[in-house]
């Protein structure tokens, strides 16, 4: 009787930890978020438009990409700003390697950094309309990383809605 009770008492366990794994899954839509914002990485963004590459010397030494959703590439095509809610854009970077190929060529190594703004400007209001976030092989990076955005997209691109990149011609 004793180990009845037991062996159902387990299975009750396991099928309560299930549950619960399962929830936290859902809740986070599968992906982290950011600290302060709550912001994920969007699903799909890989297959995004390109809006212009970028690059940094020193001390990154990185290529990177800018990608934006639907909304993001309208407002570029229609130079409408402030960018509409809704629109969201993503830095892709890697390390800066040299071809093994083809010396003069440059390709992209091992993947650093994903970075995220969303638009939502009632949610986001105390951040110019932009929420933040920053992934390192899908985990968003700590709050203190996540409390200089903004501040440096507000120096240097406010007239630009705090955004840097512009279409590549
Ligand atoms: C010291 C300045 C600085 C800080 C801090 C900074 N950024 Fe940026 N960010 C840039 C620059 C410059 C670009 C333009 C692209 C490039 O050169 O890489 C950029 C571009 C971006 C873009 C593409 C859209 C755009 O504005 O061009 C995203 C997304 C982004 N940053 C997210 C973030 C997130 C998230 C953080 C904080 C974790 C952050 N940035 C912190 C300078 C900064």
New binding site residues.
């Given amino acids: 009787m004793k180990l009845l009770h037991l062996a159902v008492l387990s299975g009750v366990a396991a099928l309560v930890a299930l549950s619960v794994a399962g929830a936290a899954m859902g809740d986070s839509g599968g992906g982290d978020a950011?600290p302060i914002y709550g912001?994920q990485v969007p699903d799909g963004y890989r297959k995004w438009a390109l809006?212009?590459p970028?690059?940094?010397a020193a001390p990154l030494n990185?290529l990177?990409a800018?990608v934006g959703n639907d909304l993001a590439i309208k407002a570029y095509q229609d130079s409408a700003l402030p960018f509409p809610d809704g629109t969201v854009?993503?830095?892709l970077?890697w390390k800066h390697v040299q071809s093994p190929e083809f010396e003069p060529a440059s390709i992209p190594g091992a993947a650093t950094t994903v970075?995220?703004?969303v638009k939502d400007s009632s949610k986001y209001a105390a951040t110019g309309g932009w929420g933040?976030?920053?992934f390192i092989n899908g985990k968003a990076?700590d709050q203190a990383?996540?409390e200089?955005?903004?501040?440096?997209?507000q120096?240097?691109?406010k007239n630009?809605d705090?955004?840097?990149?512009r279409y590549a011609p």
């Fill in positions: 950011s912001v809006i212009a970028a690059q940094e990185e990177r800018v854009l993503v830095k970077a970075q995220v703004m933040f976030g920053r990076v990383q996540h200089t955005c903004f501040a440096c997209h120096a240097r691109v630009h705090f955004v840097f990149t």
